[in-house]
Each structure stands twice: as C-alpha cells, then as structure tokens.
C-alpha cells in the first residue's frame, strides 16, 4: 500500500533491552523524522534524515540509534530502553524540507516495564 | 531559539459555536506554519499551512492567517461540528534547519452535540 507505515503499532519491553521501530515510506521522499509525543509536551524531534546515509539529531535524541541505508526505510532503535521512553513513536516523511507537508505514520505505542 | 505556544486545553465546545484556539511563535527568520490535526489513535494530519506573511491557510471550514506583526497563526472555523473534536497542533518550520518541525504542546477540543 501507498504510504508511511509504522510496525509494530504496539510494543511492550522490559528495561535495559534493545528495541528496533520500523517505518517505511513509498514515495520516495528525501525527509524523515522520529517524533516522540508525551504529555505536556506535545511531538519532539528525535532524529531526522535528509536523505539516505545522512542523519542528524533531534531535540532528544539520547538513548536513540538512527540508521538510513535506503532511501524509504528509516528505523529508530532504543540501544537499552528505560521506563522515561515510554510514549508514542511517530515517523514522518517529506519531499522536500521547510514549506513542504510532513505525512506521519500512525504511530508506536511504546512500554518499558 | 524557535518555540511554539498554544493556548491550553482542553476546549469544549457546543455544536455550531466558533472557535479560536491562539498560537504564537518564537523565530528568526520567515519561518512556514502548520496546524495539524490528530483524531482519537490516529498519527497527525496537515490541516492548513502558511508559507509567508500574511498568508491565509484554509481547509475544512478552518482558517488561519500568518502575522508577522503579532507572531502570531490563530486557527479559527465559524461553525464548529462533533467531527471536529481532536487534538490541534500548530508548528513551524525553517528550510536552512532542515524543515524539521516544532511543536506547540496541542490543544485537545472536544465538541459536545
């Protein structure tokens, strides 16, 4: 299907352990984003990536791995998850950068026990 | 640095009341401007966008119109609907920092028939 999608959509880990979120777009957009959205907060930028093999970070990005070997694949990997990244994950895409739509995924429902 | 500010939440609302829910910036610069819309368990969607000053967004009855004097990008819709109750969130975005969005902390409405 046409589109960004996230997986899984729900996920529930215990601390210290290495979780991988998946997101794949199909329109070959050069932009992709990981947000975090937590109450209070609203959605922070984690890492984000201006095409593949170049990755910047975010306002948060501790804890956080970012990999882009294809263009449409932008996985965010927690090294060893803590209870603090409990929250939803969301992905997004963009062709280009600034006055363009981000598309967003449906999001990562996360839990560390 | 850039900021986003919303008013608080939640909002309520009867059936056919208008709305104004305010947002204000903090940039350098002429940033782009969005609201985005999130329905109950459901990633973000591009409500509306500004590009320069004194742009009028509109999508779905909604409105916004980018001031520079006030820095301000106000979403506001005449006639309200249950259809309409969701979280709202305005952000910017400036192309020399990789149209990376930030987030106001959203603003849930909830529209009672």
């Known amino acids: 299907d046409a589109g960004i999608t996230q997986s899984p959509r729900y996920k529930i880990t215990e601390t210290g352990r290495q979780v991988t979120l998946m997101c794949h777009q199909t329109?070959?957009?050069?932009?992709m984003f990981w947000y975090r959205q937590d109450l209070g907060h609203g959605l922070r930028l984690i890492y984000y990536?201006?095409?593949?093999?170049?990755?910047d970070k975010g306002e948060v990005p501790d804890g956080y791995v970012v990999s882009r070997s294809k263009t449409e694949n932008f996985p965010l990997t927690l090294e060893s998850a803590t209870r603090s990244q409990t929250s939803v994950y969301f992905c997004?895409?963009?062709?280009?950068?600034?006055?363009?739509?981000?598309?967003f995924g449906p999001g990562t429902r996360l839990t560390v026990l | 640095g850039n900021s986003v500010t919303q008013m608080e939440g939640p909002v309520t609302l009867s059936e056919e009341a208008f709305l104004t829910i305010n947002c204000t910036y903090t940039?350098?610069?002429?940033?782009?401007l969005f609201w985005y819309v999130q329905y109950p368990g459901e990633g973000l969607q591009l409500l509306l966008k500004?590009?320069?000053?004194?742009d009028k967004g509109s999508n779905k009855g909604f409105e916004a119109t980018y001031r520079k004097e006030t820095t301000s990008f106000h979403l506001e819709k005449g006639s309200v609907q249950v259809s309409d109750s969701a979280v709202y969130f305005c952000?910017?975005?400036?192309?020399?920092?990789?149209?990376?969005?930030?987030f106001g902390q959203g603003t849930e409405l909830s529209v009672k028939p």
């Open positions: 997004a895409s963009s062709g280009l950068a600034g006055t363009d739509t981000q598309y």
């Open positions: 329109w070959s957009h050069s932009y």
């Open positions: 990536s201006a095409a593949a093999d170049i990755t």
């Open positions: 940039a350098t610069g002429y940033p782009s």
């Open positions: 500004a590009t320069k000053a004194d």
């Open positions: 952000a910017l975005s400036r192309y020399n920092q990789g149209g990376k969005l930030i």
